[in-house]
């Protein structure tokens, strides 16, 4: 009979086998001892760095969609654009699917994933548990598969390409801070141990 309290249990991911949650040091990695699968990690700071790296976020989300993304230059005219130009000129074409679409995946479903995580991390920097954050750490580890900056940036570098032998294309502040943001989200997602979060948020699921 299992008399260990079941936040001191994980099960395997894999396997289903069950382990007794053990303290490990920083930068360690517990396994299955059935089948060798990844239980958890312990990543040191977890919960600082993951703050920092989402308020950098923030920052770079808000001057993305602030300042000119890129001038394009063609035959002696040069033309202004913005994060919302493209989701505008979609709008007025008729594609408005299309046009929400992006808008939802790129600037608000970012803005509400950065904005939840900083609710969720702050309290627990500061030694308190966020209200309802059980829920909350859930709703943002759904929402992330619906953040397409990497899409959105990966179909710009495209477009340069193409446009490179017809205009003269000038990057804007807009379109680095873009490409850093992508790196930014990434470093946190990375940083950030689910494993601790659940334990300091357990006394409120």
């Not at 699968?37 to 993305?64: G, P």
């Amino acid at each position: 009979m299992i008399t260990t309290p079941p936040q001191q249990l994980v099960a395997c991911h894999e396997c289903d086998q069950l382990h007794q949650r053990q303290s490990l040091p920083a930068g360690t990695t517990a396994t299955c001892s059935r089948c060798g699968a990844v239980l958890y990690r312990h990543r040191a700071n977890s919960i600082e760095r993951s703050l920092s790296l989402y308020f950098t976020a923030l920052i770079l989300l808000l001057l993305t969609i602030s300042f000119p993304f890129m001038d394009i230059s063609l035959t002696g005219q040069t033309q202004q654009t913005h994060l919302f130009s493209g989701i505008r000129i979609l709008f007025h074409e008729g594609y408005w699917p299309l046009a929400l679409l992006v808008l939802l995946t790129i600037i608000v479903i970012p803005l509400i994933q950065i904005s939840g995580y900083l609710a969720l991390l702050w309290p627990l920097h500061r030694g308190r548990r966020a209200i309802r954050g059980a829920h909350l750490f859930r709703w943002m580890r759904a929402m992330r598969p619906w953040s397409m900056i990497e899409v959105y940036v990966l179909g710009v570098l495209v477009s340069l390409v193409k446009l490179a032998n017809y205009a003269t294309i000038i990057p804007g502040t807009a379109l680095y801070s873009l490409g850093a943001l992508m790196l930014v989200l990434a470093a946190a997602a990375s940083a950030l141990d689910p494993d601790e979060v659940w334990q300091r948020l357990e006394p409120d699921s």
